[in-house]
């Protein structure tokens, strides 16, 4: 019989473009080293390669195909258009090559096509075929082995869990450019799990509350207090006595010249900046930084039961432009108090420190300039590239320095050269940043808890891009509720451009998609 595309230059290339496809499929295939992966049912398989280019992921379905129903029109078409039309005519006619060749890995395939192409069901025939590979989930799903890694288990069931509550809660999407049920089965399961978390931290929270309550009505009040000059009982009532110093000594000449732009915080109680509710500065900081949930977490769960804002000093360590500095000054910002950069490379233990007041450039310590700057007791001192500071005992190390304002006893009571006086500086925060942590002396890793602030990677592009464009918003004065997302082939573009890793990087290569928008607007 006559093959009626025997004519078709278009279709006369099919047996070739199938032949490279299908070598394409068989060695990604051979080249998956992942044997978690391996043992997953096709369908999940390819659920995975979400993070991968959307070629990509045809490719290695073309293959397949190729592979078991070869020289197929269909198949062409839809490597060519890449519609909805394309991939469910594709997929109809895989299903009748499964029924009469008894070939179960086609009704597989065609399922697979599906997942990949369908948008969101937003019509009765897209409905039909979304429930189609639901169905295919959820049995895919119960094929699971039980040894599957727990992070690759956990995206089976958002996927899963997702694809199905898709339908539910599509009312509620917000309109995203990306419009496919993948990417959208995915961010529906994402916050639902936010949801839960949430309501887990709210539920803890307010069991600590109670159990605050109940221990200071019943905590017995006793006449002897504790000494006059410890301070730190200020904190009772919400404020604290940073610094006490004698009329004599602010009388002084040398001593008026340093203490007159920090009069609001000597000699009166300063206020201590309250704790704000955790799971809306979770929600914030998730927004700005959806791939660093863990760090997140781990930096508020040192505020779960406490009035105040105080952490324990904390390091973040991770690669250059992964967002380390900006989130430690977003942390500040969220929490309510104030937020004081150090760049440790520049710094010295004297400037850190506090500088004699026989010196003509006397100045008090860095903290105490926090405080009084900041006009709270509990300010974040933000160290950025602390294992960047010069190693030169000239003005004593920055590292040497430090160590007394880490230890809760003597930063509760540090002299301050400048002042001569004693500090109470027991409630300042230190976030510290670096890249490595081999350089620094023992003693400062002792005294921080290091945590690793993780890279964004590629597939954290349409959760990060929202962030980015409103932070660019805010920067040019604009109000980012009136900057239209970026368009699908823009997402597609910047997907080409950034391959995760520095959030910098992709903030340029957004800056640059919105520069050109605005100049085909203003030739318009």
């Known amino acids: 019989m006559t093959n009626p595309y025997d004519d078709d230059d278009t279709l006369a290339t099919l047996a070739v473009s199938e032949q490279e496809a299908a070598s394409t499929g068989a060695a990604a295939d051979a080249a998956e080293t992942n044997q978690a992966v391996k043992a997953l049912p096709r369908i999940l398989r390819i659920a995975m390669l979400r993070g991968r280019a959307d070629s990509y992921v045809r490719e290695r379905l ?69 429930r189609r590979v639901g169905k295919s989930l959820v049995m895919a799903a119960k094929a699971v082995p039980d040894e599957l890694d727990v992070d690759m288990a956990a995206d089976v069931e958002a996927l899963v869990w997702g694809w199905a509550a898709l339908l539910i809660a599509l009312p509620q999407l917000p309109l995203y450019a990306d419009t496919r049920a ?7 399961a994402d916050k639902m799990a936010r949801q839960r978390i949430e309501q887990a931290i709210e539920a803890v929270r307010q069991e600590y ?64 900046a309250g704790a704000p509710p955790l799971h809306e500065a979770r929600r914030q900081l998730l927004f700005e930084f959806p791939y660093a949930q863990e760090v997140i977490d781990f930096c508020l769960t040192d505020l779960v039961g406490r009035t105040y804002v105080h952490l324990r000093p904390l390091l973040l360590v991770g690669s250059p432009g992964s967002g380390k500095s900006r989130f430690g000054r977003r942390l500040g910002e969220v929490l309510g108090v104030h937020v004081w950069r150090v760049d440790a490379a520049r710094s010295d233990g004297a ?35 602390i294992e960047k500071a010069p190693t030169r005992s000239d003005y004593g190390r920055f590292w040497d320095a430090l160590l007394g304002f880490l230890e809760p006893e003597t930063a509760a009571r540090y002299p301050d050269p400048a002042l001569q006086t004693l500090l109470d500086l027991s409630m300042v925060s230190y976030i510290a940043t670096a890249n490595s942590i081999d350089q620094l002396p023992s003693p400062i890793r ?48 910047a997907r080409r451009f950034w391959h995760g890793g520095s959030v910098r990087k992709l903030r340029r290569v957004v800056e640059a998609m919105m520069n050109a928008r605005e100049k085909v607007e203003v030739r318009q």
């Open 62 to 130: 073309i293959g397949e195909i190729a592979e078991l129903c070869p020289n197929l029109p269909e198949t062409t078409i839809w490597a060519n258009a890449n519609t909805t039309d394309a991939a469910i005519n594709l997929a109809a006619e895989l299903d009748r090559a499964a029924a009469a060749n008894d070939c179960s890995e086609l009704r597989s395939i065609a399922d697979c096509v599906r997942m990949v192409s369908l948008p969101v069901p937003h019509s009765e025939a897209l409905i039909a075929e979304h």
């Open 182 to 188: 993948l990417t959208n089965a995915y961010r529906v």
């Open 209 to 272: 509350e109670e159990r605050a309550q109940e221990e200071k009505a019943q905590k017995v009040v006793h006449e002897d207090r504790a000494p006059a000059d410890h301070k730190s009982d200020g904190a009772l009532d919400g404020s604290l006595v940073v610094c006490e110093l004698e009329d004599a000594s602010l009388k002084s000449p040398k001593l008026k010249e340093i203490v007159t732009p920090l009069k609001a915080a000597i000699n009166t109680a300063v206020p201590i």
């Open 351 to 385: 400037a850190f420190g506090g500088t004699d007041k026989r010196w003509h450039s006397a100045e008090p310590c860095h903290p105490f300039l926090a405080i009084a700057r900041g006009r709270v007791a509990n300010p974040i001192v933000l160290l950025d590239e």
């Open 446 to 493: 002792d005294r921080f808890r290091v945590i690793e602030f993780p890279k964004p990677r590629p597939a954290d592009l349409e959760a990060l891009l929202p962030a980015v464009i409103a932070n660019i918003a805010v920067e040019r004065g604009l109000d980012a509720r009136w900057v239209t997302p970026l368009t699908q082939d823009e997402v597609a573009a």
